[in-house]
């Protein structure tokens, strides 16, 4: 698209960053209620907001962790994934959905995405099954939930389990079920920049009950520490554990967080809306996910649009105070996944066009505005 005005920042723009934390007032209390207590590390909170969790899921049992990655690692163990079995996973997401299905020796396969919603295609979900495969890999792109019907039907066909990396997602829904429900292993993100964070952490969200007790033991060197502190543990360790657990700390920040998570998705679904709003309709950009909304409730972590002469238009954003990035790159350009390369041809056509713009409570409908009507003079 051809530029007019590109201008420098004006004294009276202030400069918009790409993410922001959202810490809640209360939290600095909290933290040091928690500081003058016996509980810093894992204790009654780390309970506390899992029951919480669970509450707001409506099913299932949840296991707070230390990361993201700590529960995708702990969910393909409890979904039976082993040395050289094949998962089918996304081509496009943050390298900690992937990464620990080395540290196990399985194969990610990676599928092609949407290129409407930059989700995992089911289409070539179907087509790379084999008698390896094991379980499939979801993840809600920006917080727009993946086609868990055709997943689900594809999994249950070929008796797969399904993982959601729901890391951008908390809140989200598809066909009026909560994302934590869609599928038989869920894993959210508490870090620094996610929707509420914990400083750094992560929970796993099960379906079996069953299931999330053996979860809580490989949580903590394969002890069951309720027995432990019952007083009746065998003194034995019979599983390969990690040391994955959350801390009251982390807890207590959580539970601030999830005080006011209906306002918080409130303020982004606002901004996600106006971006589609006002950027709709402009010749050569797209806005992702905009037409694949009518079955499901974005959570609104991301706003991505899709445009030619990407480096331009981000040049010309930063010339005005304005953040922008890519945030998230294919997996399959990393070496470290170099003996399981594919071309894609969904991602291959969208890779030099996707961009992320601002998005975070520091971020007015205002804000969104001055971005829109940067955007619109060209660039």
Same mark, same amino acid.
């Not at 698209?1 to 918009?16: D, F, K």
């Given at each position: 698209?051809?530029?007019?005005?590109?201008?420098?920042?004006?004294?009276?723009?202030?400069?918009?960053v790409l993410f922001h934390p959202f810490v809640p007032e209360e939290t600095a209390a909290k933290v040091a209620e928690v500081l003058s207590t016996r509980w810093i590390g894992q204790g009654p909170l780390v309970d506390a907001f899992e029951a919480e969790f669970?509450?707001?899921?409506?099913?299932?049992?949840?296991?707070?962790?230390?990361?993201?990655?700590?529960?995708?690692?702990?969910?393909?163990?409890?979904?039976?994934?082993?040395?050289?079995?094949?998962?089918?996973?996304?081509?496009? !997401?943050?390298?900690?959905?992937? @990464? $620990?299905?080395? %540290?196990?020796?399985?194969?990610?396969?990676?599928?092609?995405? /949407?290129? #409407?919603?930059?989700?995992?295609?089911?289409?070539?979900?179907?087509?790379?099954?084999?008698?390896?495969?094991?379980?499939?890999? !979801?993840?809600?792109?920006?917080? @727009? $939930?993946?086609? %868990?019907?055709?997943?689900?039907?594809?999994?249950?066909?070929? /008796?797969? #389990?399904?993982?959601?990396?729901?890391?951008?997602?908390?809140?989200?829904?598809?066909?009026?079920?909560?994302?934590?429900?869609?599928?038989?292993?869920?894993?959210?993100?508490?870090?620094?920049?996610?929707?509420?964070?914990?400083?750094?952490?992560?929970?796993?969200?099960?379906?079996?009950?069953?299931?999330?007790?053996?979860?809580?033991?490989?949580?903590?060197?394969?002890?069951?520490r309720k027995a432990k502190f019952s007083g009746i543990w065998a003194n034995d360790i019979t599983e390969i554990g990690f040391k994955y657990q959350m801390t009251d700390i982390g807890a207590a920040m959580g539970l601030a967080g999830l005080s006011h998570l209906p306002m918080v998705l409130s303020h982004?679904?606002?901004?996600?809306?106006?971006?589609?709003?006002?950027?709709?309709?402009?010749?050569?950009?797209?806005?992702?996910?905009?037409?694949?909304?009518?079955?499901?409730?974005?959570?609104?972590?991301?706003?991505?649009?899709?445009?030619?002469?990407?480096?331009?238009?981000?040049?010309?954003?930063?010339?005005?105070?304005?953040?922008?990035?890519?945030?998230?790159?294919?997996?399959?350009?990393?070496?470290?996944?170099?003996?399981?390369?594919?071309?894609?041809?969904?991602?291959?056509?969208?890779?030099?066009?996707?961009?992320?713009?601002?998005?975070?409570?520091?971020?007015?409908?205002?804000?969104?505005?001055?971005?829109?009507?940067?955007?619109?003079?060209?660039?």
């Open positions: 698209m051809s530029s007019t005005n590109m201008g420098v920042t004006s004294e009276n723009e202030s400069p918009v669970e509450t707001m899921v409506g099913k299932g049992k949840s296991l707070a962790v230390g990361s993201g990655t700590d529960a995708l690692h702990l969910a393909y163990l409890l979904a039976g994934v082993g040395p050289g079995d094949e998962v089918i996973c996304p081509v496009f !997401t943050c390298t900690a959905t992937n @990464l $620990p299905l080395l %540290y196990i020796g399985a194969i990610p396969v990676f599928a092609d995405i /949407d290129p #409407k919603t930059m989700n995992i295609s089911p289409e070539s979900i179907r087509s790379l099954i084999t008698e390896k495969t094991k379980a499939i890999v !979801t993840v809600d792109y920006g917080g @727009l $939930p993946c086609d %868990y019907a055709e997943i689900n039907a594809i999994a249950k066909e070929f /008796d797969l #389990k399904v993982i959601d990396d729901a890391a951008h997602a908390i809140g989200a829904e598809y066909r009026d079920s909560q994302i934590g429900t869609l599928a038989d292993f869920t894993t959210y993100s508490f870090q620094a920049i996610k929707h509420i964070t914990t400083g750094d952490g992560g929970l796993l969200h099960v379906r079996d009950p069953e299931i999330a007790e053996k979860g809580k033991r490989l949580r903590w060197f394969g002890i069951d982004r679904r606002k901004l996600l809306e106006k971006y589609e709003n006002e950027l709709h309709g402009i010749s050569g950009l797209y806005n992702v996910g905009s037409e694949s909304q009518e079955d499901r409730v974005h959570s609104a972590w991301l706003h991505t649009i899709l445009v030619d002469s990407r480096e331009e238009l981000q040049t010309k954003l930063k010339s005005h105070g304005v953040e922008s990035g890519q945030v998230h790159y294919r997996n399959d350009m990393y070496t470290v996944f170099g003996n399981y390369r594919e071309y894609l041809t969904n991602m291959d056509a969208v890779e030099s066009k996707y961009l992320v713009l601002p998005l975070h409570l520091k971020v007015s409908e205002k804000d969104v505005e001055r971005i829109c009507q940067i955007i619109k003079t060209g660039w």
